[in-house]
């Protein structure tokens, strides 16, 4: 399951960022060219953090839009998956946004 990869990445850097304390809340943003279902990765943070100061956190998932710009009109547009075309039909576009996952905030005590 590829949630479970990025999942644990998070966990990891959660968990060293806490330094011991406890995590009560993550929140974190990620592009929609990741393809991660939210559900599926808030199933795999329960499981990730079994056993660590994190375990019983709650995590807040944001799915942010991709945009890319193509080199065939030069117009901007939004990417709502894994589908790099820009309506004028050109394949050959710049990903801008979209394929970056970060932890926006964390609430620890
Ligand atoms: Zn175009």
Not at 3 to 14: F, G, K, N, R, Y
């Amino acid at each position: 399951m590829h949630e479970m990869a990025i999942t644990l990445s998070v966990v990891d850097a959660v968990c060293e960022h806490a330094a011991g304390r406890r995590v009560h809340s993550v929140r974190v943003e990620v592009g929609a060219l990741c393809a991660v279902v939210p559900d599926s990765m808030q199933f795999c943070f329960g499981l990730a953090t079994e056993g660590t100061v994190a375990a019983g956190a709650r995590l807040d998932v944001d799915v942010q839009p991709g945009r890319a710009r193509c080199r065939t009109c030069g117009g901007e547009f939004g990417l709502s998956d894994l589908i790099l075309l820009c309506p004028c039909g050109s394949a050959d576009v710049d990903v801008l946004t979209g394929r970056d996952m970060r932890i926006l905030s964390m609430e620890v005590s």
